[in-house]
Each structure stands twice: as structure tokens, then as C-alpha cells.
């Protein structure tokens, strides 16, 4: 099963494991000015253990710069439900901010519905938050997305709670609710792009479920996480127009994972 090495790597040292793994795939990442210039990355790999994902932060002290995600091509889905939140346990509390681009050949709409979902402020910002990170670097930040065609926000600290906490009781058929929580949300995001398909709004519906899922903590109870899992299996099957067919394959999906878990 994929996983996210527990040490954080310079650009270069993450750059050379990469090319190392992925001779016919080298990275590249695009001539970016020096502000986003990220010196702490870390990687996911597969079960070989060769690198397929990677993401990245640069500590500017009052704010984190954040980005750089890429994997390689044909590779595991759960990017982001496995680097995101490390990324989080490893960087400061400070407001982020980033630039959105397009997810794996998309127009980019992926990322910014998923980012959102775990706290990022993109399509509207709070003047507030915005403050709370120097003008001088917002306005390179807008520059460099118009110019780029990309998207962009902010992220204010602690914006996210780790959902991947350990909750010892024997309550599903795995034994810690981390990993049942990892299943679950690794399936979603493996279907996004046939929820997409979707209306936009319900895909953000399911995105704001996971949120609220991160921030519960490690004092949620079970049935309080359990019922938010429910709403989501019902959205699928209800608001979309093959949902029946979704949680069927929803399932299936979940059924491989935990025998994934497993081997």
C-alpha cells in the first residue's frame, strides 16, 4: 500500500530519489520566481518503494508558502489524502498560502474543489486572512497567477485538524479508525473525477463532509464520524444521476482497499 516517507527532503535530495525511481519520468518543475522557491518536500511512495507523488513548503515566518505537488504518470490515486495531511503534521502553524493549477491533464477544477474542502480559500478569500500575510507577498502571488494561468489562496493556520488520528476501539472490521478513515477518503478521491461528472456543487458538498470530518479531532466518537461517512454514501447515490451505480462502485472500491491493507 502507497505511504508518505516519514523525513522531509531538500529539493535536491527529493529531485534525486525521484529521478532515481523514475529514470523514464524525470521532474521537472517549471521556472517558478524565488518566492516559491520550496525547500521542504516529502514523498509518497509505492510498495516497491519508489517515488511516485511528491509536495512541498517553504517557512517564510509569518506565513508557509505551499505547493509543488506532482506524481507520476499511471500511479496510485490517494495523492493528496496521504501528503496533505503529513504535510500538515510536519510544517508550523502559520496562514499558507499557494497557486492551483491543473490536476493530472484537468482544467484544474479538482483541485481547487478538493482544496477547498480541507480549509483553502480560492474562489472567495477572507479580507481578514489575507491580511495576516504581507501585501508585498499577495500581490507577487497575484501577479504570478494571472500571469501563469493558474489559481490561487490562502489557508489560515491550523486550518485543518489531522483526520488521521488514532481511535482504538473495535468498531469496524479494520482495527483503528485511521485506517478505515484512510480507506474511506483514498476511495472518494479515486472517484472524483466520475463525480465530477456531477454538478459542482455536489461534489463540493461531499468535500465540505471531509472537512468537517478533519476537524472533529481526536475526541469524536465513532457514530459521529460513522453518520458523516453515511451522508456522503448518500449524496452519491442520491443527487447524482448514476448514484446507485457510484456507491456500488464506491463499494467496491473500499472492499479493495482493505484487502490492499492487508496483503
Known amino acids: ?30 521556472t517558478v520566481p524565488f ?11 509505492d510498495d516497491k518503494d519508489k517515488t511516485i507523488s511528491t509536495t512541498g ?3 517564510n515566518g509569518e506565513y508557509l ?14 495523492h493528496m489524502s496521504d501528503l496533505f ?12 498560502i499557494a497557486t492551483f493549477g491543473p490536476f493530472r491533464g484537468g482544467d484544474g477544477s479538482g ?9 483553502w480559500q480560492i474562489t472567495r478569500k477572507d479580507r481578514k486572512l489575507l491580511n495576516s500575510i504581507p501585501a508585498t507577498i499577495v500581490k507577487k502571488v497575484k501577479q504570478f497567477a494571472k500571469e501563469s494561468n493558474l489559481a490561487w489562496g490562502i489557508r489560515p493556520a491550523n486550518g485543518i485538524k489531522k483526520w488521521q488520528m488514532v481511535l482504538k476501539k473495535s468498531f469496524t472490521p479494520l482495527n483503528e479508525m485511521e485506517e478505515w478513515m484512510q480507506v474511506f477518503i483514498n476511495s472518494i478521491y479515486e472517484m472524483q473525477r466520475k463525480l465530477d461528472r456531477g454538478t459542482g456543487r455536489n461534489w463540493f458538498d461531499i ?6 470530518i478533519a476537524y472533529m479531532g481526536e475526541g469524536a466518537e465513532h457514530k459521529d ?27 467496491k472500491i473500499i472492499q479493495r482497499r482493505k484487502g490492499e491493507l492487508y496483503q
Open 65 to 78: 508558502v505551499v505547493g509543488g505537488t506532482k506524481s507520476i504518470s499511471n500511479s496510485p490515486t490517494g
Open 57 to 59: 513548503w517553504n517557512d
Open 111 to 119: 483541485w481547487i474543489s478538493a482544496s477547498e474542502g480541507i480549509g
Open 1 to 30: 500500500m502507497p505511504k508518505v516517507l516519514n523525513q522531509v527532503f531538500s529539493f535536491e535530495e527529493m529531485k534525486k530519489r525521484w529521478n532515481e525511481d523514475n529514470p523514464n519520468e524525470p521532474y521537472v518543475r517549471p
Open 225 to 251: 464520524i460513522m453518520k458523516l461517512f453515511r451522508e456522503i454514501v448518500e449524496i452519491i447515490e442520491t443527487k447524482y444521476k448514476n448514484g446507485k451505480e457510484l456507491k456500488e462502485e464506491l463499494n
Open 207 to 212: 468535500t465540505d463532509i471531509i472537512q468537517k
Open 35 to 45: 518566492w516559491y522557491d520550496l525547500n521542504n518536500w516529502i514523498i509518497r511512495v
Open 85 to 96: 495531511p503529513y504535510r500538515e503534521k510536519m510544517m508550523p502553524s502559520k496562514p499558507q
